[in-house]
């Protein structure tokens, strides 16, 4: 539910629900129900490019929402500051493990994926959003490919089962490991955008990734092993801290 939201209310005793969505200094601000939060808080959630207002209980979420219509000036400047959204459409230009990429119409559905073109193309089929759609599956194939190979190498460097490797469009985080189960693989899930950051970045979060499967934490033993792997912990940790934003503005 989306409702416009004021410095006043327009209703006299209005009711929220967790996952309504107010306007506030048009700006969208999203209600959440926290119940380890001890109070009412707002944060900038980067990849959706809104405002998440958390409060401790339900009966709470009507003071989020007032303290979000206080804090107008606040969220306006803070989604100010997001990147602009990158639209996937032809003429446009992305990076894909830190090529410039153009993307382009192909000439037919059998024709899509990414090419050496006098410089790497990216073609995809269709028009509008049946276009972005089919940009998108191109990106996802890639950064499977891509990140497949290096969990591979990675398990093989830590002497362990190769994990089944999947992509996802995550949020909260570029990567994820699932310890086996029952004698299976363990898993490891990551964000197909990956593919829009630069190898060494991409590189650093499957050595991440694959550090749990040998240490199930973030200690100190965790962080040597991985840095033991080869990555630049530190470089790429910033690099997705700084740019992290602008990979979630693509195709949004």
């Known amino acids: 539910m989306i409702r416009s939201l004021g ?8 009711r929220y629900a967790a996952g309504d969505v107010l306007e ?13 939060a001890r109070r009412v ?8 490019g ?11 979420l009507k003071e989020a929402a007032a303290f979000a219509a206080q804090r107008a000036a606040w969220i306006g400047e803070a989604v100010g500051r997001l990147p602009p959204a990158e639209p996937l459409a032809p003429g446009a230009v992305l ?21 050496e073109e006098d410089g790497l193309a990216l073609r995809a ?12 599956r191109v990106l ?37 490991c699932t310890p086996p189960r029952r004698g299976g693989d363990a898993s ?17 979060v499957a050595a991440h990734e694959c550090g749990h499967l040998v240490h199930a934490d973030h200690s100190p033993r965790f962080w040597a092993l991985v840095a033991s792997l080869g990555p630049d912990v530190k470089r790429a940790r910033a690099w997705l801290r700084v740019h992290g934003p602008r990979l979630h503005a693509v195709g949004r």
């Open 95 to 115: 990076q894909v493990l830190g090529r410039a990429c153009r993307v382009k119409s192909a000439l037919g559905p059998r024709r899509q994926g990414l090419y």
């Open 140 to 176: 996802k194939a890639e950064a499977l490919k891509a990140l497949t190979e290096r969990t591979a190498a990675y398990a093989a460097a830590l002497d362990q089962p190769t994990p089944k490797v999947a992509v996802m469009d995550a949020r909260s985080r570029w990567g994820s």
């Open 50 to 60: 809104e405002i998440i207002a958390t409060a401790p209980s339900p009966r709470r």
């Open 125 to 136: 089929w269709g028009e509008g959003e049946a276009f972005r759609r089919a940009a998108l």
């Open 7 to 14: 410095l006043n209310f327009t209703q006299p005793n209005p």
């Open 24 to 36: 506030v200094a048009g700006c969208a601000v999203r209600l959440k129900v926290d119940r380890r």
């Open 41 to 48: 808080s707002l944060r900038l959630d980067a990849a959706r």
């Open 188 to 204: 490891l899930r990551y964000s197909w955008r990956l593919i829009l950051a630069p190898y060494e970045v991409l590189d650093y």
